[in-house]
């Protein structure tokens, strides 16, 4: 079953500020989520313990994306697209309350 994948405006606008080639990679990569959410070069960070909700990060070149899987509504919900370095995944938990509001 496909999942179904929502960007969320912070992370759009993120998205678009990418340099051109990257962008297209990095939507390429969103939209691939819908049929397979755990592709070999994703990496779970976290998890709500028996909840089904997972965040996890997508590695594109020094890009990351970072999207959480919700298992019981069958979505994918992009949460932030950064630069590593410097990025160090620092503001999950705030990133996280930007999906349940």
């Not at 500020?17 to 297209?24: A, F, I």
């Not at 899987?69 to 996280?96: H, N």
Request: hydrophobic share 40%; net charge positive.
């Amino acid at each position: 079953m496909p999942f179904k994948v929502y960007v969320l405006p912070q992370a759009n606008k993120e998205i678009d500020r990418l340099p051109g080639y990257v962008r297209q990679r990095v939507r390429r990569a969103v939209i691939g989520l819908r049929d397979d959410p755990k592709p070999v070069a994703g990496v779970r960070l976290e998890s709500d313990r028996g909840l089904g909700r997972e965040l996890w990060r997508l590695r594109i070149d020094t890009w990351r994306v970072v999207y959480l899987i919700d298992q019981e509504w069958g979505g994918i919900y992009v949460l932030a697209v950064r630069k590593r370095p410097p990025y160090q995944y620092e503001d999950l938990a705030s990133l996280l309350t930007a999906v349940e509001q």
